[in-house]
């Protein structure tokens, strides 16, 4: 099957390609765009109609040229951008033309909306200009807000990031148009830099449409800052010293499942954020809360081991890029964005306040600091300290980043991670450090090298405290490749990161290609993607002890719409016998093969109603499978959207009584009474249990970085258990006072 996919991509690639020019992946100074901020002159007024003065007489930037569908030719629409200041902000003005503005499309308004499924205006701004880091700023056509933080031309992405910015846009007859303030000191810049970076991308989603100011070739995104423009004339402008204190109230009545009253508490808290030096952020948080957190979305679970969830709180979300250390950056391409890599990532801040079973553990503190020296050093470092549940000590974290520019897109880093548990020795009976270093090299031929050392130190533990990691990476318009391996030690141990296996050695390969024959996207392909993604694993002493073959083959539509067929062979061993389902034998240890045939797919997101799936068929442990992964959204407006998914896998493995069926449903809904009011609600059902959990949040921004919630959480079983169903109430404010 395998060899039959590449005969067919070899074949495919031979087809003649729809006509365009190629956009250059590397960049000169001397062959930059560069555009003019002039001084504002008068008091602007943020409404969104480009009618003071300045905005006629300051320099434009226009001949936007496309990534997306026919890189490399004209933008099919004007967009015409400035950007103008005044003492305090930064202001950026846009009037995006459209020959058809009735179709503009506008699906969400919620804060840090999805861009790709609606018309988009986004700029971004390498305030250091050093061609890797950045902000973004983004708004569609009814004043939505989103920003991120990048780092390493998006190798992190943080879209948790906020800052205090104003935007407003208006609808005309001939399109619509844009006018953003970004205060000075919602940034963090090198006084002495008289030039940014910046570039500025515009969606034009009916016709699935991708264009930049400063030319992008269709592999990358806005995050690649090596191919920004320049912005000159900016003033000697300080970022001042950005003091924000933000402390909240709440209180909660919470009754637990099968009990009969309720327990209340009444807490309080403060987050305070400083700009200290000219290029750090102190952030300081007490006593901090989550309980406005969105819930997990649960999963059916058919490995050996635990699922992985990813961190949503605030706290923990803000400048993580820096304390990553892992993969070179995918492909701007991929239909879904990648999930770190579970095999090991190094720091994964949930193992701070969270238990294994998912239990909030109480956070007494925390203190990070963050920032950028003049030689290009990025230095992270976070203290933080827990309670300990019932019956358990409390906690002390600490971790210590270090990550230094090197050449053209490149750095080397070290990091140092610790836990020690309080109260039992001078360091704790129980601690656990993690120290190592990292390379990421941008090599000639936009070849991307990422690897890392690591070691650890636990108790009553020598040998085989370690893990390493290489990978070779190449992302191009018609190929990529990416090749490594990894190797974690049998006593490898980070209570700071997520891992599967330890005393395991793995190589993985992930090879494709993306034709785009002419005759195709006159049939509405506008790419196909033959690809392979290999993961090999072994123990130390050179056993099998897992393997999958991905070989898929990738059709991606005009429309935003993707179908992909697969055939996925696998091998797992098990050392210890697990329990696949509840009301099934524990599957024995031993060596497990089987092959799985996956179609799946979604439509365009961009409609009303839209929706996607997964259906899988063939083996899965000692038995078979039929597996369906399906959701419907209606989305009526883009102040509403209605979403339900279906998980449900029948299995029949070779074992007594090991027939079973495991579903999951959920359903999520959202209203956007307007850009600073939303509700939403997550609702799921385990039929196999029978328990019904829901969450609704009410969120009011009710001035910049200054929120109300109000939560409601239950959980009950859906047949008649004479049990009161837990239940809890919560509402909390947030108020940010700024100096």
């Not at 810049?189 to 570039?199: K, L």
């Not at 806005?222 to 320049?230: C, M």
């Not at 963050?370 to 549940?389: F, K, Q, S, W, Y």
Request: with cysteine; hydrophobic share 40%.
């Amino acid at each position: 099957m395998t060899r039959g996919f590449l005969r067919l991509a070899v074949c495919l690639a031979c087809f003649p390609l729809g006509l365009s020019a190629q956009v250059s992946d590397t960049r000169s100074d001397a062959e930059r765009l560069h555009l003019r901020a002039v001084s504002a002159g008068e008091a602007m007024r943020l409404d969104g109609v480009l009618d003071e003065a300045i905005w006629r007489s300051a320099p434009e930037a226009t001949d936007f040229v496309q990534a997306e569908p026919r890189e490399g030719r004209p933008a099919s629409e004007r967009t015409e951008v400035r950007v103008v200041y005044d003492a305090d902000n930064l202001y950026v003005g846009a009037v995006l033309y459209d020959s058809a503005p009735d179709g503009l499309v506008v699906t969400d308004i919620t804060k840090d909306f999805q861009e790709t499924a609606q018309d988009a205006f986004s700029v971004i701004l390498d305030t250091f200009r050093d061609r890797r880091n950045g902000y973004v700023f983004a708004t569609n056509p009814e004043g939505a807000r989103a920003d991120q933080q990048v780092a390493n031309e998006g190798r992190e992405i943080n879209a948790s990031w906020d800052a205090v910015w104003r935007v407003r846009t208006s609808r005309t007859a001939e399109g619509w148009s844009v006018e953003m303030e970004i205060p000075f000191r919602a940034l963090r810049f090198d006084e002495s830099v008289e030039s940014w970076g910046i570039n500025f991308s515009r969606r034009i989603r009916r016709k699935n449409e991708l264009a930049y100011w400063s030319p992008v070739p269709r592999a990358y995104a806005l995050t690649r800052l090596s191919l920004a423009g320049d912005l000159d004339g900016l003033p000697d402008a300080a970022a001042g010293r950005d003091l924000r204190v933000k402390p909240y109230v709440l209180g909660a009545a919470i009754r637990e499942t099968g009990l009969d009253d309720y327990e209340t508490r009444q807490e309080a808290g403060v987050d305070v954020k400083a700009r200290v030096f000219n290029a750090f952020t102190l952030d300081v948080t007490v006593n901090p809360d989550f309980a406005q957190v969105e819930a997990d979305v649960q999963q059916v679970n058919l490995t050996q081991f635990s699922q992985f969830f990813p961190e949503k709180r605030e706290f923990f979300l803000e400048n993580s890029g820096l304390f990553y250390v892992g993969d070179a950056a995918r492909n701007n391409r991929v239909v879904a964005v990648p999930t770190p890599d579970e095999d090991l990532l190094l720091f994964f801040s949930r193992r701070i306040g969270v238990s294994d079973d998912g239990q909030a553990i109480p956070i007494v503190g925390g203190t990070r600091l963050t920032g950028r020296l003049p030689t290009g050093t990025n230095v992270g470092a976070i203290i933080m300290r827990t309670e300990g549940l019932p019956g358990a000590s409390g906690s002390d974290y600490g971790v210590v980043r270090v990550r230094q520019n090197v050449f053209t897109g490149s750095d080397v880093g070290a990091i140092a991670m610790t836990r020690n548990v309080r109260g039992e020795g001078p360091l704790g009976e129980e601690y656990n450090h993690v120290y190592g270093a990292d390379a990421n090299l941008r090599l000639p031929g936009n070849v991307d090298w990422s690897t890392y050392l690591v070691g650890t130190e636990s108790p009553r533990v020598e040998d085989g405290q370690y893990a390493w990691r290489t990978s070779i990476n190449r992302e191009g318009n018609f190929a990529h490749i990416k090749v490594g391996a990894m190797e974690l030690g049998e006593n490898f141990r980070d209570d700071l990161g997520f891992f599967r296996r330890t005393g395991v050695r793995k190589y993985f390969v992930d090879f494709g290609i993306r034709p785009r024959p002419a005759s195709f996207q006159r049939r509405g392909v506008r790419e196909m993607h033959p690809h392979i993604v290999w993961n090999f694993y072994e123990d130390l002493g050179g056993r099998i002890t897992a393997k999958r073959l991905h070989s898929g083959y990738t059709f991606f539509m005009n429309d935003g719409a993707f179908w992909e067929l697969s055939v996925n062979p696998a091998f797992e061993r098990i050392e210890q016998p697990f329990r696949i389902a509840r009301t099934v034998d524990p599957i024995p240890a031993g060596g497990y093969g089987w092959v799985e045939s996956q179609l799946r797919g979604n439509s365009d997101p961009s409609r009303a109603l839209s929706g996607g799936f997964t259906a899988i068929a063939g083996g899965l442990w000692s038995g078979t499978q039929r597996t369906v992964n399906a959701n419907l959204t209606v989305r009526p407006s883009y102040r509403f959207f209605l979403e339900t998914r279906l998980q449900r896998t029948s299995a029949s493995l070779d074992l007594p009584d090991a027939d079973f069926v495991r579903t999951f449903w959920t359903f999520r809904t959202n209203y956007s009474f307007n850009t600073n009011m939303f509700v939403d609600a997550l609702v799921q059902f385990d039929p196999g249990t029978d328990q019904l959990n829901t969450n609704v949040r009410f969120n009011l921004i009710h001035r910049p970085l200054s929120d109300s919630f109000v939560v409601f959480n239950e959980r009950r079983f859906a047949r008649e258990t004479g049990l009161p169903p837990g239940r809890g109430f919560t509402v909390k404010g947030t108020y940010m006072v700024a100096f």
